[in-house]
């Protein structure tokens, strides 16, 4: 069960193809935009009300945009999840009906917890960002610096704080729905952390190892790669357009917005020019666009395809496009949107494959031109990539879902 923008969904898509092809039965639950996802995978699917994209092109989504802090986005996202999560809450029922087991995303494990109790169902926390809190780092959602061990561990316990209050009136409903008795979405999470609720974290333990002080339990066993069929290929057009010369940039922000695409479009080709790069421009949620023979925009494309024959990846800061280019051994340059992004961007600096990275509220041709011709051309940054590449790939990030699982029959 997830819900969110696509890099909410899509990890789950291998890790759901591997737990079918182990012999479970995986019904994916989430957006009904998001079905043919689940049905390239082999999976079954249960469609959840309500389209991010939609909300997110919407005049409130577009207002994420106003805010310059980490909080103020926190807090108008968690405004704008509250209008909606009544209608998650009821859809998520009947497929919990039909489950042995649940496995929660984090932005759903709050109404999941009530499920799971209410039905009497084992259930596991599979997690796409680490949300614990810890001292060794600031809560990743805030965007902000490292405030110290306490500040840091402060910052996550008033993280998860604010994103209970979205859940405080779907969950007493949904607890009166199942027979239970009344129930905070505080007091629930903290007994399910007593209990050492099992959470399993989809990213590898070389680019964010497993924090000292975090309660058993807790465990980070590495990527879950989106889906993608062993017949898929990329589109003749953009074959031709990577033979035609030498390994192109791709520019992607993904699932995240933008004020104004025609801008950030033209910022971005103009940066690549500067550098003398080819750019694949992946136009994405947030409309971009560049013409001419030296770049070509495109549509949704497999990552895993396209990014190992790029020199470098500029993106969203998102938890899986930070991975795919990872995976693809290729270095970064992010230009983080909100949120998570700059946690992840700060993580692929310390790990040596990205030279750096520009916010897009600050997004210039003269800042962003210097960052990609090292991060294109700069020996270290590609060697150190490659490197990485070849240790995430021999990972196997499904195995402890599966160990968990068994445990639990």
């Known amino acids: 069960m997830?819900?969110?923008?696509?890099?909410?969904?899509?990890?789950?898509?291998?890790?759901?193809?591997?737990?079918?092809?182990?012999?479970?039965?995986?019904?994916?639950?989430?957006?009904?935009?998001?079905?043919?996802?689940?049905?390239?995978?082999?999976?079954?699917?249960?469609?959840?009300?309500?389209?991010?994209?939609?909300?997110?092109?919407?005049a409130a989504g577009r207002g994420l945009h106003r805010s310059k802090s980490g909080a103020g986005k926190l807090a108008r996202m968690i405004a704008l999840a509250r209008a909606h999560v009544a209608e998650l809450a009821d859809?998520?029922?009947?497929?919990?009906?039909?489950?042995?087991?649940?496995?929660?995303?984090?932005?759903?494990?709050?109404?999941?917890?009530?499920?799971?109790?209410?039905?009497?169902?084992?259930?596991?926390?599979?997690?796409?960002?680490?949300?614990?809190?810890?001292?060794e780092f600031v809560a990743p959602v805030t965007g902000t610096r490292s405030l110290g061990p306490a500040g840091n561990r402060l910052s996550g316990r008033a993280v998860n704080a604010a994103l209970d209050l979205i859940f405080v009136e779907s969950a007493r409903t949904l607890r009166r729905r199942l027979g239970?008795?009344?129930?905070?979405?505080?007091?629930?999470?903290?007994?399910?952390?007593?209990?050492?609720?099992?959470?399993?974290h989809g990213f590898s333990p070389l680019v964010v190892p497993r924090p000292r002080d975090w309660r058993a339990g807790l465990e980070i066993c590495g990527y879950w790669w989106p889906y993608t069929p062993p017949s898929a290929q990329l589109p003749e057009q953009v074959r031709n357009f990577i033979a035609s010369g030498p390994p192109p940039v791709f520019v992607g922000l993904g699932s995240a917005t933008v004020p104004d695409p025609a801008r950030t479009s033209a910022i971005l080709v103009a940066a690549?020019?500067?550098?003398?790069?080819?750019?694949?421009?992946?136009?994405?949620?947030?409309?971009?666009?560049?013409?001419?023979d030296d770049m070509l925009t495109v549509d949704e494309l497999p990552h895993s395809?396209?990014?190992?024959?790029?020199?470098?990846?500029?993106h969203h800061g998102g938890a899986g496009t930070t991975a795919a280019a990872l995976r693809a051994g290729v270095p970064a340059v992010p230009v983080p949107v909100q949120f998570d992004a700059a946690f992840w961007a700060s993580r692929l600096a310390s790990l040596g494959v990205s030279p750096g990275a520009v916010p897009l509220r600050t997004l210039d041709a003269v800042t962003l031109t210097p960052l990609l011709t090292r991060a294109a051309h700069t020996t270290p940054y590609r060697d150190r990539a490659r490197h990485l590449g070849t240790l995430i790939r021999a990972e196997d990030g499904y195995g402890p879902v599966l160990a968990h699982l068994a445990g639990l029959a």
Do not use: I
């Open 91 to 135: 859809a998520m029922v009947a497929p919990a009906r039909q489950a042995d087991v649940l496995l929660l995303s984090a932005v759903l494990a709050p109404l999941g917890h009530v499920l799971a109790e209410g039905l009497g169902l084992p259930s596991l926390g599979v997690y796409l960002q680490p949300l614990a809190p810890t001292g």
């Open 2 to 58: 997830t819900a969110g923008s696509r890099g909410d969904v899509a990890p789950y898509t291998g890790l759901g193809h591997a737990l079918a092809r182990a012999g479970h039965e995986v019904t994916l639950v989430t957006h009904q935009r998001f079905a043919g996802l689940a049905a390239e995978a082999g999976l079954g699917f249960h469609g959840l009300p309500v389209d991010p994209r939609a909300e997110l092109e919407s």
């Open 180 to 200: 239970l008795p009344p129930g905070g979405v505080r007091a629930t999470r903290h007994a399910f952390e007593r209990r050492r609720w099992p959470v399993l």
């Open 272 to 292: 690549l020019r500067a550098a003398g790069l080819r750019g694949l421009v992946q136009r994405g949620w947030a409309g971009l666009h560049a013409d001419g």
């Open 305 to 314: 395809l396209v990014f190992p024959h790029t020199a470098a990846v500029v």
